[in-house]
């Protein structure tokens, strides 16, 4: 059953975009996996039934694969010697025709075999050899005429035993699911080399068609019936070992029997390589990484659900900000006793105690009962900058002290914190909440809340006088005297306060109070922004590893993780 083209979309995204997942602190090994596999379905999709197989070989160092390459292109194009390590790189050999077609078909769909490399095209050389070019696949184009494989695509790759760079012989495993046929290449001295394991597994499990080709140095006979020649047969998967002669002197196969039965088998090979368990191994790791970005949306929000209700709970205990520690306290006196208590029995008592502490009898008289102690209280009130931006610090240190101590509790802090650290961008999680918070964003604001709070307060002062009052409403002249009454029988300053219901906000004194739980308000909210802004910092660092649901390379892995075939 073919694959549905929803999914093969998903594929297509997948192959184009899962590099960006590194970012993002997932695996390395597991986002090159799923990218390289991805291309090789979506190569296969649009190169179309009708494409070139390729057959690649896989060996240890002087087992005799560049031998055997070159035998099958007809020119001495791989580098050979028993020296170790002599292909470096994959090298791959095609007819021009197809190397134009893939040209074609690339500028279309962008690069789409082995993307993941770099890319050289050569013609065919006449008189040079070549090891291949680590992190490079070399491509050895020839003219019909003198290419002896235009059936298919021939893949020489890095020995898998290369123990002088460990990176290049990996690159037999990264290559081997984009071969349709695999070669495996042995002498009498490496057919049992464990280091086949890997690679025999994985033609196993993506169900490569493969062959084993046995270079005969001479050493001992061959008895084909032999039960440890029979083991490496199943071990390799295969009915039968093809066993080519010592070359000895020689620099190709040419017309050995034995190899031209092994080039008649793999030119009449016209089956293309399965996409069904390539796809399988695509679903099974998009699953893996679904599965760990859900993982780590899990700890983001139970982390943001601690924070939000530490802040909620912090914010529901802070206290005004007293306005007695940024006025004068003759400024914030007068202020407290505009319009009917003026004339409390507290203001009078205020007014001897002022007199007792500072000796200034008129000037108290000014400030508490003068007809023009606006003007003079007017220059007297100035909210003291310095202190309320004093204040505003100490708060949200204390908040943010706080809410530092609650995340660093939490088990959602040290595994997102680890998650960072892998990504390589943990070392700036700790220094998220500094010691000393910045305010200079909200310096402005401060200011503008100062200078608005000081505006009402003047013009409440301007308006203060029993006159306006009686003016605005002659009931109030009733009032008035009920307030005085029960002043002289209850707490100086409070009994009127009681007596004097919510009918006369729209007074001078119900003014103030107003103007100043506005004041505190923005003062409040002005702290509560502030810690949110660190929250947000907070937040933003831990979801930088985080791939959003929204985005589509989120989508197109649930779609290949939730429809394995």
Same mark, same amino acid.
């Given at each position: 059953?073919?694959?549905?083209? #929803?999914? %093969?979309?998903?594929?297509?995204?997948?192959?184009?975009?899962?590099?960006?997942?590194?970012?993002?602190?997932?695996?390395?090994?597991?986002?090159?996996?799923?990218?390289?596999?991805? *291309?090789?379905?979506?190569?296969?999709?649009?190169?179309?039934?009708?494409?070139?197989? =390729?057959?690649?070989?896989?060996?240890?160092?002087?087992?005799?694969?560049? $031998?055997?390459?070159?035998?099958?292109?007809?020119?001495?194009?791989?580098? &050979?010697?028993?020296?170790?390590?002599?292909?470096?790189?994959?090298?791959?050999?095609?007819?021009?025709?197809?190397? *134009?077609?893939?040209?074609?078909?690339?500028? @279309?769909?962008? @690069?789409?075999?082995?993307?993941?490399?770099?890319?050289?095209?050569?013609?065919?050389?006449?008189?040079?050899? &070549?090891?291949?070019?680590?992190?490079?696949?070399?491509?050895?184009?020839?003219?019909?005429?003198?290419?002896?494989?235009?059936?298919?695509?021939?893949?020489?790759?890095?020995?898998?035993?290369?123990?002088?760079?460990?990176?290049?012989?990996?690159?037999?495993?990264?290559?081997?699911?984009? =071969?349709?046929?695999?070669?495996?290449?042995?002498?009498?001295? &490496?057919?049992?080399?464990?280091?086949?394991?890997? &690679?025999?597994?994985?033609?196993?499990?993506?169900?490569?068609? /493969?062959?084993?080709?046995?270079?005969?140095?001479?050493?001992?006979?061959?008895?084909?019936?032999?039960?440890?020649?029979? /083991?490496?047969?199943?071990?390799?998967?295969?009915?039968?070992?093809?066993?080519?002669?010592? =070359? @000895?002197?020689?620099?190709?196969?040419?017309?050995?029997?034995?190899?031209?039965?092994?080039?008649?088998?793999?030119?009449?090979?016209?089956?293309?390589?399965?996409?069904?368990?390539?796809?399988?191994?695509?679903?099974?790791?998009?699953?893996? %990484?679904?599965?760990?970005?859900?993982?780590?949306?899990?700890?983001?929000?139970?982390?943001?659900?601690?924070?939000?209700?530490?802040?909620?709970?912090? =914010?529901?205990?802070?206290?005004?900000?007293?306005?007695?520690?940024? %006025?004068?306290?003759?400024?914030?006196? $007068?202020?407290?006793?505009?319009?009917? #208590?003026?004339?409390?029995?507290?203001?009078?008592?205020?007014?001897?105690? /002022?007199?007792?502490?500072?000796?200034?009898?008129?000037n108290s008289i000014r400030l508490l009962f003068g007809n023009r102690r606006d003007q003079v209280l007017g220059h007297l009130l100035q909210i003291d900058r310095h202190k309320l931006i004093r204040q505003v610090t100490k708060q949200v240190q204390n908040h943010s002290q706080h809410l530092t101590g609650v995340i660093r509790r939490s088990r959602e802090f040290d595994f997102l914190k680890q998650v960072n650290t892998n990504a390589g961008s943990g070392a700036g999680f700790d220094d998220l909440f500094s010691s000393e918070p910045d305010l200079s964003p909200f310096i402005t604001e401060i200011e503008n809340i100062a200078n608005d709070f000081e505006t009402t307060c003047r013009e409440l002062l301007s308006s203060d006088s029993v006159a306006k009052v009686i003016e605005n409403d002659p009931m109030a002249i009733l009032l008035l005297l009920g307030a005085l009454t029960a002043d002289v029988f209850v707490v100086p300053g409070f009994g009127s306060w009681l007596l004097v219901p919510s009918v006369l906000k729209y007074l001078p004194m119900g003014k103030?109070?107003?103007?100043?739980?506005?004041?505190? @308000?923005?003062?409040?909210?002005?702290?509560?922004?502030?810690?949110?802004?660190?929250?947000?910092?907070?937040?933003?660092?831990?979801?930088?590893?985080?791939?959003?649901?929204?985005?589509? %390379?989120?989508?197109?892995?649930?779609?290949?993780?939730?429809?394995?075939?």
């Amino acid at each position: 059953m073919p694959i549905a083209p #929803k999914i %093969l979309d998903a594929i297509e995204h997948v192959a184009e975009t899962a590099g960006k997942l590194n970012q993002f602190g997932f695996s390395g090994k597991v986002v090159d996996r799923i990218q390289n596999l991805a *291309a090789v379905v979506t190569y296969r999709r649009f190169a179309g039934p009708n494409r070139l197989p =390729l057959i690649g070989l896989i060996g240890c160092a002087g087992a005799g694969k560049s $031998t055997l390459f070159n035998s099958f292109c007809g020119d001495t194009i791989s580098a &050979t010697g028993w020296r170790v390590h002599n292909t470096r790189g994959p090298v791959l050999f095609m007819s021009e025709t197809y190397l *134009a077609e893939l040209k074609i078909l690339e500028q @279309r769909h962008g @690069r789409l075999l082995m993307p993941s490399i770099e890319r050289i095209n050569d013609v065919l050389p006449a008189d040079e050899q &070549t090891c291949g070019e680590p992190g490079r696949l070399q491509i050895i184009a020839a003219h019909e005429s003198r290419n002896r494989t235009n059936t298919f695509g021939l893949l020489d790759l890095p020995d898998i035993n290369s123990a002088p760079a460990i990176d290049e012989r990996l690159v037999a495993l990264d290559a081997m699911p984009w =071969l349709d046929y695999v070669v495996f290449v042995v002498d009498d001295e &490496t057919v049992y080399h464990r280091v086949y394991e890997k &690679t025999v597994h994985l033609a196993n499990e993506i169900e490569q068609s /493969r062959c084993c080709v046995m270079v005969n140095r001479g050493r001992d006979g061959i008895d084909p019936e032999h039960p440890d020649w029979l /083991r490496t047969q199943a071990f390799f998967g295969v009915d039968k070992i093809h066993v080519l002669p010592d =070359l @000895r002197q020689k620099s190709g196969y040419g017309n050995e029997p034995g190899f031209i039965a092994l080039k008649k088998e793999l030119t009449e090979y016209t089956t293309d390589g399965p996409n069904r368990p390539i796809f399988q191994k695509i679903s099974k790791l998009a699953g893996n %990484l679904c599965r760990e970005n859900l993982k780590r949306q899990k700890h983001a929000a139970a982390l943001d659900k601690s924070i939000n209700q530490s802040i909620r709970t912090t =914010l529901s205990r802070q206290q005004p900000l007293p306005l007695n520690r940024i %006025l004068a306290g003759d400024t914030l006196h $007068t202020l407290n006793h505009l319009g009917l #208590k003026r004339f409390a029995l507290s203001n009078l008592l205020y007014f001897f105690k /002022r007199v007792a502490s500072t000796g200034a009898l008129t000037n108290s008289i000014r400030l508490l009962f003068g007809n023009r102690r606006d003007q003079v209280l007017g220059h007297l009130l100035q909210i003291d900058r310095h202190k309320l931006i004093r204040q505003v610090t100490k708060q949200v240190q204390n908040h943010s002290q706080h809410l530092t101590g609650v995340i660093r509790r939490s088990r959602e802090f040290d595994f997102l914190k680890q998650v960072n650290t892998n990504a390589g961008s943990g070392a700036g999680f700790d220094d998220l909440f500094s010691s000393e918070p910045d305010l200079s964003p909200f310096i402005t604001e401060i200011e503008n809340i100062a200078n608005d709070f000081e505006t009402t307060c003047r013009e409440l002062l301007s308006s203060d006088s029993v006159a306006k009052v009686i003016e605005n409403d002659p009931m109030a002249i009733l009032l008035l005297l009920g307030a005085l009454t029960a002043d002289v029988f209850v707490v100086p300053g409070f009994g009127s306060w009681l007596l004097v219901p919510s009918v006369l906000k729209y007074l001078p004194m119900g003014k103030f109070e107003s103007a100043k739980k506005n004041f505190q @308000r923005a003062i409040q909210n002005l702290i509560r922004k502030q810690i949110f802004s660190s929250v947000k910092k907070i937040q933003s660092f831990y979801y930088q590893n985080i791939l959003s649901q929204t985005d589509p %390379l989120w989508k197109a892995l649930e779609i290949c993780s939730q429809h394995a075939t």
